[in-house]
C-alpha cells in the first residue's frame, strides 16, 4: 500500500512540474503580449505601424495556436477530473457494500479500497487545482487573443488611413507643383511672349498691307500704259488713214 501510495506521490509530482513549466510559459508568454499590446507606436510613421501590424499579426497567430493548445489541455484535464470523481463514486460504494455485508472476514479489502480512495481523493485534489489553474490560463489566452485581434484591426485602421493621407498629400503636392509652373509661366512668359507676337503680327500684317497697294498701284500703272499704247496705234493708223485720202486725186468727170 505504501509503494502505491508512494507511485501516486512521484506520478503527481511529475505532472504538477510539468503544469508548473506549462503555466509558466504561458504566463510569459501572456507577458509579452501584454507588452507588445501597450508599446507606444508614432501614428505618423507609417513604417513604424505597418511593422507593429506585422508583429500583431505574428502574435496572433502565435497565440491562436497556443490558446488551442491550452483548451485541450484545459478540457483534457476535465475529463480526468470526471473520471477520478467517478472512480471516488464506485470506490466508496464497493467499500459501503463490504461493510454492510455483515462478514468481517473481508474488511481487509474494505481497508484496501479505503487505501485507494483516500489516493483518489488526493488525486482529484490535485486535478481540480491544476483544472483551475488550466481554465485560468486558457480564459487570458482567449482574452490576449481577442485584445491582440481588436488591436490588430485598430493597427490596420490606422495605417490604411495614414496610406491615404499620404497618397493624397503626394497628389497634393504634384498638384501644387503643376500648379506652380503653370503660375511661373503664365507670369514670367506668356504675358511677355503675346505682347511681343502681337506687336510683330501687326508689324507684318501693315508691311503686308503696304507691299500689296504697292503691287495693286503698279499693276494698275502697267493696265493703264497698256491701254494708252492701244489707243496710240490706232490714231496714228487713223491719221495715215486720213493722210492718204487727201493725196488721192478726185476721179475725172464722164464724158
Known sequence: MTQFTHGLSEAYKEKEGMQSIFSKARVLLLGNLHELLDQVID???IAAVKQ????????TEK???QTAVAEGHYRSLGDEVKITETQIESTGENIRLILGDEDESNDVDAE???TKLISLKAKLSQQLTD??????????????????KSKH??????LNRLEAMDRTAKAQE??????KSAQSLTETGTSVSVDDVTARVRERSAVAGAKFRKAMGEMAGTLDATVVNVQAKELVARMKA???GSKTPEPAPAS
Request: glycine content about 8%; hydrophobic content about 40%.
Open 63 to 65: 497565440i491562436g495556436g
Open 52 to 59: 507593429h501590424v506585422r508583429d500583431l499579426e505574428d502574435a
Open 174 to 179: 504634384k498638384a501644387a507643383e503643376a500648379l
Open 242 to 244: 486720213e493722210l492718204k
Open 131 to 148: 483544472y483551475a489553474t488550466a481554465k485560468e490560463t486558457y480564459e487570458a489566452m482567449q482574452k490576449a487573443e481577442r485584445q491582440l
Open 112 to 114: 484496501t479500497l479505503a
Open 43 to 45: 501614428l505618423n510613421s
Open 153 to 158: 484591426g485598430e493597427m490596420l485602421g490606422s
